[in-house]
């Protein structure tokens, strides 16, 4: 009994924050490298959230400065439609505090755990407080604070507050100064190109120790925010349903078209019926038996899928596309956005590319980009289910060499966007193995190993045909030879031939008794912009189709010509000259060829 009594004394309550102080490496603060990438992706996710919550294009300044041995200050500056002041002290030093956890629909932060558990990460490894400056109009000044978390109550202390006049109109100003290392600079820049990849409307602008970078946008169309709707009841656990009847006395009928997304009259009235219940009972009535057969009733009559369209707001394959070529140099690559799908009453969509080539890695593991509701995720990558289903498709099917993972210049992106992704744990690093959204991946990635195994078939042929045209054109001249040698005359020129034989962009200049002629065929598969460059003394002011650009120096006039030319067509342009000089063209494709003819 004194032994009880004495262990009795040692048990208390903590509070969250102080769970959390102990526990850090459970929110991605692990380690100090770590710890700078999860500090500013938690501030990127709300910046972001945001300004498409209030239809802004997100204009985001990252600043990493290094302040003495160990201690850096970060600054995450947005122009999004900025915090009241009285929320301020709660957003940014209270625990699971937010506006998200009790809405259903895509969202990155959700928790209300991110930004705070980083201004707790600050507090703890150098004792300081975080700046926060917000404006939410220009009509109205900032507010600047200073804040810190009380850890024993989670509950935030305001240290200085003051308004101030601000260059910004609106947008939130966040500064944090923790210990860290900048070995993590390389993970940071991928980390922040990532999310400029799979969030094509926004625009980083990046300053590392006096380095400055910029990731521009590609779209300026603000993605349509996602709208939370009601619980679906797929989703429905027990205990959630006890507590949600508890609180009403609605009618069954009534309290199930109210509080649950795709349940209409016909659908209430048949859950009620098979779980032989009145559809007029008052819900706050209903004992716990018929509970249990409520909810049994619930997840067995067929219900249409939440409204996807609705409560998630997928990237598209045009935009994934667009985002990718800006960032990597690659031959090949397609988009695929599958339909929305559920998994225990939670939408999802599965969206997926696939690149090849260009200046990818020719050998070793493909890279393999993971992204949840447009989060980039660097951690974990062997215990999330994103690499488990591609490591369990066969590449060897779509001539992509595979061990374990598919190997070669491979880059293969999965993006995974849902109302409730399920994490592996509160650091978000790794998605759990749901064999729904793994089914989904395997899907879309079927599809475009298909496409990939159509590439990979035209190129092998295309370099066959290649090599064939290259031994051919390795003999014309040679037979040419021959020919003036018996015809007892200068040989023919072949490398018209050989421009046609070996599909490239010929370029031809001319010159027959004072009229020059320019001649350009496009004899490759793909349309070619190209640029025509004349030097000569001949003005060219006759030309049949006009120079875009002249310019004349000390007798010698520079004409060129610029044009885009479809496969298999030509773009010819003539004037009278003396001719000579030199002419020269530019492009996108790889085999250009130049021939002169000297004056007839």
């Known amino acids: 009994m004194v032994l009880a009594d004495e262990l009795a004394k040692k048990q208390q309550s903590i509070s969250v924050a102080e769970f959390f102080e102990k526990n850090k490496h459970m929110l991605g603060f692990d380690s100090p490298t770590r710890g700078i990438i999860t500090t500013i992706k938690e501030a990127i996710d709300n910046s972001l959230d945001a300004c498409e919550e209030a239809e802004i294009l997100p204009d985001i300044l990252v600043s990493v400065q290094k302040l003495g041995e160990g201690v850096f200050r970060v600054v995450v500056e947005d122009n999004g439609p900025g915090i009241i002041p009285e929320k301020i002290p709660n957003v940014f030093a209270k625990l699971l505090y937010g506006s998200r956890f009790h809405q259903i629909r895509q969202t990155r932060g959700q928790q209300g755990i991110g930004i705070s558990a980083a201004v707790l990460h600050a507090q703890l490894t150098t004792g300081t407080s975080t700046l926060v400056i917000s404006r939410v109009s220009v009509m109205m000044k900032a507010h600047k604070m200073t804040l810190t978390i009380k850890t024993e109550t989670n509950e935030p202390e305001v240290i200085s507050h003051e308004e101030i006049e601000w260059m910004h109109p609106h947008g939130t100003h966040v500064e944090l100064v923790f210990k860290s290392t900048m070995q993590a600079k390389k993970k940071l820049l991928e980390y922040l190109k990532y999310t400029s990849i799979v969030n094509p409307h926004a625009r980083f602008r990046i300053e590392i120790d006096d380095e400055f970078f910029t990731l521009d ?42 509080n649950f997304s795709k349940i209409g009259e016909k659908i209430a009235l048949e859950i009620g019926a098979t779980a032989r219940l009145n559809p007029i009972v008052r819900v706050n009535t209903i004992q716990l038996e018929q509970l249990n057969h409520l909810l049994d009733a619930m997840q067995t009559v067929k219900i249409p899928a939440p409204p996807a369209s609705q409560c998630l707001s997928p990237i598209t394959e045009k935009l994934i596309v667009k985002g990718m070529e800006k960032e990597f140099q690659l031959d090949f690559i397609k988009a695929r956005t599958r339909p929305s799908n559920v998994f225990d009453g939670n939408s999802f969509i599965v969206e997926a590319a696939i690149g090849y080539g260009g200046k990818l890695p020719p050998e070793g593991n493909a890279m393999i980009l993971r992204f949840a509701n447009r989060v980039p995720l660097l951690y974990q990558q062997g215990a999330c289910a994103i690499t488990s289903t591609i490591a369990n498709i066969n590449w060897k099917n779509y001539g992509v060499s595979q061990q374990n993972l598919p190997m070669g210049p491979i880059l293969i992106l999965v993006h995974v966007a849902a109302t409730n992704v399920p994490f592996t744990s509160e650091s978000k690093d790794a998605i759990a193995s749901i064999p729904k959204i793994e089914r989904e991946i395997t899907l879309v990635l079927q599809e475009l190993g298909r496409d990939l195994k159509l590439f990979l078939n035209r190129r092998n042929k295309n370099k066959l045909l290649d090599d064939r045209a290259r031994a051919i054109c390795t003999v014309l001249p040679l037979i040419a030879k021959k020919i003036g040698e018996i015809l ?41 912009e190209v640029s025509v460059y004349d030097i000569s003394s001949d003005p060219a002011r006759n030309a049949t189709i006009s120079p875009d650009f002249v310019m004349e120096m000390e007798g010698e006039y520079t004409k060129v010509w610029k044009r885009t030319l479809p496969a298999g067509e030509n773009f010819e342009v003539s004037y009278t000259g003396v001719g000579g000089g030199i002419v020269d063209m530019q492009g996108v494709a790889e085999n250009m060829r130049v021939v002169v003819d000297v004056d007839v």
Do not use: W
């Not at 009847?245 to 009534?254: M, R």
């Not at 200049?509 to 004899?523: F, H, L, W």
């Open 217 to 258: 946008r590609v779209s300026n169309d603000v993605p349509p925010c996602p709208i939370s709707i009601k619980p679906h009841p797929y989703g429905i656990e027990l205990g959630v349903l006890k507590r949600m009847t508890a609180a009403s006395d609605l009618p069954l009928k009534e309290f199930l078209i109210k």
């Open 488 to 528: 007892e005359l200068p040989p023919p020129n072949t490398s018209l031939i050989e421009g046609k034989i070996m599909r490239q962009v010929v370029l031809k200049k001319k010159s027959t008794g004072g009229k020059i002629s320019i001649r350009v065929d496009n004899y490759t598969m793909n349309d070619q």
